[in-house]
T-cell receptor
Framework: GAGVSQTPSNKVTEKGKYVELRCDPI?????LYWYRQSLGQGPEFLIY????????DSGLPNDRFFAVRPEGSVSTLKIQRTERGDSAVYLC????????????????FGPGTRLTVL | DQQVKQNSPSLSVQEGRISILNCDYT??????FLWYKKYPAEGPTFLIS?????DKNEDGRFTVFLNKSAKHLSLHIVPSQPGDSAVYFC????????????FGKGTKLSVKP
């Protein structure tokens, strides 16, 4: 398919465990974003990659959260020592080249991974 | 403190009538605004956007209006169709932020046949 894909679609884990969430962006998109959507809220920004580097990780809530994009395509969001408050839908989005002065590229979202921490 | 506010959690409209979804913001550094539509179990889908240098953008049945002095934008859907029933998110991007979006909480639109 041509869209953003995310795996798994659902993940149930126990408190204290480690989880990895995967995002496959649209081919050729250099910008990749992770968001988290809690129940009744809008998506909240976590981290932004331009190519392989994390250009902005200011949205990561604490050091239990980490994300990588080693080859500038697929990205993995990693959560250590999960807590019940981490339960949410984790959304990934990609964009042709992010944004800059005088231009903005829309972001295309994947279906999300629903994480439940018991 | 929420920078993007959608004060109406839900809106119900009759098919064929106009739907007006509202959004207020507090950050004067926002330079781009977008509306996303979300169906259950799917990711948000881009609908329409507007740059802060404009006050109106139209795309088919969808029009977005921006009032910078009031820090307010609205999405008009005319005529509304049952397939428009979804949650609509208003989002904004801060100049120089490289595109990461700040979202409102969403408004659930129900269009009744």
């Amino acid at each position: 398919g041509a869209g953003v894909s995310q795996t798994p679609s659902n993940k149930v884990t126990e408190k204290g465990k480690y989880v990895e969430l995967r995002c496959d962006p649209i081919s050729g998109h250099t910008a990749l974003y992770w968001y988290r959507q809690s129940l009744g809220q809008g998506p909240e920004f976590l981290i932004y990659f331009q190519g392989t580097g994390a250009a902005d990780d200011s949205g990561l809530p604490n050091d239990r959260f980490f994300a990588v994009r080693p080859e500038g395509s697929v990205s993995t969001l990693k959560i250590q020592r999960t807590e019940r408050g981490d339960s949410a839908v984790y959304l990934c989005a990609s964009s042709p080249r992010g944004a800059g002065r005088l231009y903005y590229n829309e972001q295309f979202f994947g279906p999300g991974t629903r994480l439940t921490v018991l | 403190d929420q920078q993007v506010k959608q004060n109406s959690p839900s809106l119900s409209v009759q098919e064929g009538r106009i739907s007006i979804l509202n959004c207020d913001y507090t950050n004067s550094m926002f330079d781009y605004f977008l509306w996303y539509k979300k169906y259950p179990a799917e990711g948000p889908t881009f609908l329409i956007s507007i740059s802060s240098i404009k006050d109106k953008n139209e795309d088919g049945r969808f029009t977005v209006f921006l009032n910078k002095s009031a820090k307010h934008l609205s999405l008009h859907i005319v005529p509304s169709q049952p397939g428009d029933s979804a949650v609509y998110f208003c989002a904004a991007s801060v100049e120089g932020s490289q595109g990461n979006l700040i979202f409102g909480k969403g408004t659930k639109l129900s269009v009744k046949p």
